[in-house]
């Protein structure tokens, strides 16, 4: 059983910047990440990263967000700059456990909301 805490969000203007952060407790994960999901939209991937340091970035966030973390702390932050009014959402932490079976966690959400 895997515990995520999810801090950070909030409300910024156009342009500014916010950091999410996702505590996992409970077991060693290998992947984390964060989905997205706007009103009346589908969840979204935004970024992953795994234990090496491998990340992946969806096309609408390239150059703006950065996903990173401390295998130390089972932790993980996103970094969002540039921040625009279409990434408004309930962003959603996530992480794969790294036992076999691999199972999948999720974290409460935090609301993003960047105002115009």
């Known amino acids: 059983q895997v515990q995520l805490v999810e801090s950070g969000g909030g409300l910024v203007q156009a342009g500014g910047s916010l950091r999410l952060s996702c505590a996992a407790s409970?077991?060693?994960?290998?992947?984390m990440g964060w989905y997205r999901q706007g009103t009346g939209n589908q969840r979204e991937l935004v970024t992953a990263?795994?234990?090496?340091?491998?990340?992946e970035y969806a096309d609408s966030v390239k150059g703006r967000f950065t996903i990173s973390r401390d295998n130390a702390k089972n932790t993980g932050f996103l970094q969002m700059n540039s921040l625009k009014p279409e990434d408004t959402a309930v962003y959603y932490c996530?992480?794969?456990?790294?036992?076999?079976?691999?199972?999948?966690?999720w974290g409460q959400g935090t609301q993003v909301t960047v105002s115009s």
């Open positions: 990263i795994t234990s090496g340091g491998i990340t």
């Open positions: 996530y992480v794969d456990t790294r036992a076999l079976p691999s199972r999948r966690y």
């Open positions: 409970g077991s060693i994960v290998s992947i």
